[in-house]
């Protein structure tokens, strides 16, 4: 996977990972608006979801309905590709922070 | 409080995804918006922002890519549970299309098993023949050396048992070599003789075959110095012992000689010679020939050798040795110098078939042919299916069926057709080769039982997949240009005209059809041919039999002469018999011939080794029985005895061969007789000449036939011709008390009517003809059907169109005409393109052939006719439907 991720699709990510077995582009969505402060539509969320399922770094299944919402619903998890991806983006992200002394960089 | 999500998003939702996504997405903005907006909202802009959020770039995008990601998500990563669903619901919805369109499925099972049944059946006559060895040891290392004589047209020829010998003793290529020949001798068994079927055999001859007795032994090396030793046949020793285990040890009296049985051959036991080398696939007995008497050079050729080679040893050094050996021979023997003897070596197996190899080549050439038309005609059932099923393929994928799914489908359905089409060629085939099998030459009546082995029904499988996997192909390149969408529905609902597909399956098929249905018209002819070329003689009503003349039992020359003459008139006088006589070879005998030199005295000794003709010695009433013409001259009389000068009637193939049209009688010639128990050269005036006979099957000219009066020449066994008034096969115990009345020694043997010798000869040519009119009729039916089919799916396709026509004012005639006229000018097109390909295949036939031009006019034209007339009948039924179509129905549909 040389493709590096992008901003988008490592909070969309971060949201998959948060939401565990309930994730679903709704739940993402409202996670990246309240947590992240970013406000993006459903179907940005989902296009991104596709291209992540697409890459292999997320995975989707069909889970039957159940309880009020008796309708059939598609759930997201993160695949070990897609761990991988996420911590190493995070990791190249600390390593460059680390790099700046934040006191030098204030001058 | 929640606003509600207005009705119409769940709608479009439900046509731009999949159900689960849309779900979801349906979802999301329902919790999106229940964020946004408070209760109070108007509802306007709530309509306004879900219309906003359907109509985003991202959401187009995510229905576009949503498909895509369906498309290639691999069927492992749904559950297994999930798999099994879809799997008999596949099934389910497979059957119940196959049930909604039973001729549709009939007709693809029935193309498949016909196909499949006729490629199974003609591949395991084809197996059984060609690819099956001979019952013997390692037999791959068993081969023939024949003999090549300079000026003669055979390069089947027998040796010298010197020859034999002298290959023998040249170790490098040949673990053993073995000589044969075919005979005939009298055995006394229990007060009555019978003809046996003998092969005078050297006594290395059943170890190298590689045969194991079964019961007692085979010969030792030095067999036939001391007391005579007989080995028997299983049959023998069944029909005349009984099967008693004790006949061993036994004595039988062949040729007034007590002979011992040392051995019973094993039930499987056969000889593999190729046809017309003299050498029948079954003898009764087996005697000695020992090689003390090879010592000598000279003599007659006759020992057909048999040869095992070394197991490291390829067929070219053998062949070396052998043409080693034999310039050798020709630098020591003026004799061999002169006749020019030149040895090959070829493997047994492969010479045995050789002459049927051609037939079988051709016959698979066929088979191919065939299998591509029932490809194409599958392909094209298919594909008008499919244009039928396309509507409802096109709104399913509109539904969110995945194109792997619909694909899933199609195969799951051609598959289904493809695995029962399968079976029923199976059964097809094996209910197919067996009637070949029972339709197979006398030649090689000596095979073994066929069965459908493995190797057949792989051949089966694979060509029913092969089948079902070029049908498929046209559909589901259909199917991947589907992308739902809306141009796609549109199409789907009034389609073109006959597609190109369709076109080129019809001109293939009809293309595929001709060349089978030429192949046919050829070999029919040829059989045809065959079954009236003139023989040279009237084969009805004629009883045949063999005589033995023991020249042991009856050692002078005048005492078989006179014996035989005997039983011609005694015969000659039974009631219901208008003529009797007799031959040393009867016409299409199997059993091994006589040949030699018979030039005029002019000829220099040197040469005339390259002057061989057939010889024949006959009985006076000879030429009378069997409807000879006598073209000049006279035919033999009583007067031509042993004491008066010797005679001999030439055919005209002889006579134009010895002396050049110049009128033949009185002249001489030198010749091969036999007399006092040898063969030689004599002098002899021409009394006659007689018109040819095909002796060797009426599509062999003579090359020259010279006979003896009997008289002069009295060999050791005679065939009888009777000509009857009644059915010949009712006399033949009438016969045999006669003979024996004559002389109680006399063994008589064969007893058939001339017409199951004709009938034997012509039974090659007969073969190939009722299996290419086998195959041409299966392609003819199935190409009309296949025409028909396409026709009448892509007529089905523009109803509308026709309707519209129809509606407008077109005439029904007219309609009728042009849906005809393009039915004729796909016809026209397939039969030129099936006339190329003709031309260029039917050269492969040539061999097989017999006075038919591989392009007969009257065959192709014949055939190119009857195929246009099959292609416009096929397209008149969906014609006339077209025209006959109610308007209004047709385009409300």
């Known amino acids: 996977m040389s493709e590096t991720l992008g901003d988008l699709q490592q909070l969309v990510m971060l949201g998959v990972a948060q939401l565990g077995e309930e994730a679903f582009g709704g739940g993402i969505q409202h996670l990246l608006e309240t947590v992240a402060g970013r406000a993006v539509s459903v179907g940005t969320v989902y296009v991104t979801l596709v291209r992540l399922e697409e890459r292999g770094l997320v995975r989707s299944s069909v889970r039957s309905g159940q309880g009020s919402v008796g309708r059939p619903r598609r759930t997201y998890r993160l695949t070990d590709e897609g761990w991988q991806a996420l911590t190493d983006a995070k990791a190249s992200l600390d390593r460059m922070w680390d790099r700046l002394d934040v006191g030098e960089a204030r001058t | ?893």
């Not at chain 2, 068994?189 to 019961?215: K, M």
């Open chain 2, 1 to 893: 409080m929640i606003s509600q999500q207005p009705a119409w998003v769940r709608a479009v939702l439900g046509r731009l995804l999949p159900a689960d996504y849309g779900n979801d997405v349906a979802l999301s903005l329902e919790l999106a918006a229940a964020r946004r907006f408070r209760g109070d909202t108007p509802r306007v802009r709530l309509h306004l922002w879900y219309l906003g959020q359907l109509a985003a770039p991202s959401m187009i995008l995510l229905a576009v890519r949503v498909r895509r990601l369906d498309a290639a998500r691999p069927v492992s990563r749904r559950s297994r549970r999930e798999g099994w669903r879809d799997g008999i619901q596949g099934l389910l919805r497979t059957s119940r299309i196959l049930r909604r369109r039973p001729l549709f499925a009939a007709a693809v099972v029935f193309s498949l098993a016909l196909g499949i049944g006729a490629s199974v059946a003609i591949f395991s006559a084809a197996h059984a023949v060609l690819l099956r060895p001979p019952p013997y040891a390692d037999a791959d290392r068993v081969v023939l050396v024949w003999n090549r004589l300079s000026g003669f047209d055979d390069s089947r020829l027998p040796m010298l048992p010197y020859q034999v010998r002298e290959l023998r003793s040249d170790s490098s290529a040949f673990e053993d070599v073995a000589g044969i020949w075919a005979t005939a001798r009298t055995v006394a068994l229990d007060e009555r003789a019978v003809l046996a079927r003998t092969g005078l055999v050297t006594p290395n001859f059943f170890s190298v075959l590689g045969v194991q007795p079964g019961l007692g032994r085979t010969f030792s090396e030095n067999e036939g110095l001391a007391d005579p030793t007989v080995i028997i046949s299983d049959g023998m020793w069944r029909q005349e012992f009984g099967a008693a285990d004790d006949v061993v040890g036994k004595t039988v009296v062949i040729d007034g000689a007590e002979s011992v049985v040392v051995g019973v051959l094993p039930p499987d036991f056969r000889l593999v010679f190729p046809p017309g080398v003299g050498v029948p696939t079954d003898l009764d007995v087996f005697v000695p020939f020992p090689w003390v008497a090879a010592a000598e050079p000279g003599g007659q050729r006759f020992l057909r050798a048999v040869a095992r080679l070394r197991p490291d040893v390829g067929l070219d050094v053998a062949n070396d040795v052998a043409r080693r050996t034999s310039a050798r021979l020709r630098a020591t023997f003026v004799e061999m110098a002169q006749a020019g003897d030149d040895f090959r070596v070829v493997p047994l197996q492969a010479d045995a078939v050789a002459f049927v190899r051609p037939v079988l080549v051709s016959l698979l050439g066929g088979v191919v042919l065939f299998l591509l038309l029932t490809s194409s005609n599958v392909a094209g059932l298919i594909l008008a299916h499919a244009s039928r099923r396309k509507r409802d393929l096109v709104v399913r994928a509109w539904l969110g069926a995945t194109r792997s799914r619909l694909t899933g489908e199609v195969v799951a359905e051609i598959g289904a057709l493809a695995v029962l089409g399968t079976l029923m060629g199976l059964a097809l085939g094996h209910a197919g080769a067996r009637t070949l099998w029972a339709l197979r030459p006398p030649e090689l009546a000596s095979l073994p039982d066929l069965s459908l082995d493995s190797t057949v029904l792989v051949f089966a499988i694979l060509a029913g997949c092969a089948a079902a996997l070029t049908a498929s192909v046209a559909p589901l390149a259909r199917l991947s240009r589907a992308d739902p969408g809306p141009l796609e529905l549109r199409e789907a609902s009034g389609a073109p005209a006959v597609g190109a597909v369709r076109r080129w399956i019809i001109v293939s098929e009809l293309a595929l059809c001709l060349v089978l249905a030429v192949g046919a018209g050829l070999t029919s002819r040829t059989a045809a041919r065959l079954q009236r070329a003139d023989l040279g003689f009237d084969s009805a009503q004629m009883l045949t039999f063999r005589l033995g003349l023991s020249n042991r039992l009856f050692p002078g020359d005048l005492e078989r002469a006179t014996l035989a003459q005997s039983v011609e008139d005694e015969l000659g006088r039974l009631p219901g018999v208008t003529a009797a006589g007799a031959s040393s070879h009867l016409p299409l005998g199997v059993w091994a011939n006589w040949g030699g030199p018979a030039t005029p005295p002019e000829v220099p000794a040197e040469e005339r080794d390259r002057h061989y003709v057939d010889h024949r010695s006959v009985s006076v009433g000879y030429f009378e029985a069997l409807g000879s013409e006598i073209l000049e001259g006279r035919p033999f009389r009583e007067d031509d005895g042993p004491d008066s000068g010797p005679v001999v009637v030439i055919d005209e193939a002889l006579a134009a061969r010895a002396f050049g049209g110049e009128p033949a009688i009185g002249r001489t010639l030198i010749a091969t007789r036999y007399v006092g128990q040898d063969f030689v050269p004599t002098e002899a005036r021409v009394v006659g000449v007689v018109g040819n006979v095909r002796d060797r099957g009426p599509e062999v000219a003579s090359q020259g036939q010279l006979f003896w009066p009997f008289a002069q020449s009295a060999r050791w066994e005679l065939g009888f011709v009777l000509r009857t008034e009644e059915d010949p096969a009712v006399m033949s115990d009438l016969v045999r008390a006669r003979v024996r009345a004559v002389h109680p020694d006399l063994a008589v043997t064969d007893f058939r009517s001339m017409g199951a010798y004709v009938r034997d000869a012509t039974a090659d040519a007969r073969f190939v003809q009722s299996l290419a009119l086998l195959f041409s009729i299966l392609a003819l039916t199935l190409a009309a059907f296949g025409v028909y089919g396409v026709v009448a799916s892509s007529m089905d396709a523009r109803t509308k169109e026709l309707g519209l026509r129809i509606a407008l004012g077109a005439e029904q005639r007219h309609v009728f005409l042009r849906v005809l006229n393009e039915g004729l000018r796909l016809g026209l097109v397939g039969v030129a393109v099936g006339l190329v390909l003709a031309a260029a295949l039917t050269r492969f036939l040539r061999g097989i052939l017999f006075g038919v031009d591989p392009l007969d006019p009257a065959v192709v034209s014949g055939v190119a006719l009857f195929l246009l007339l099959v292609a416009m009948i096929a397209a008149a039924v969906p014609a006339y439907r077209a025209s006959h179509l109610d308007p209004v129905r047709s385009i409300a549909s």
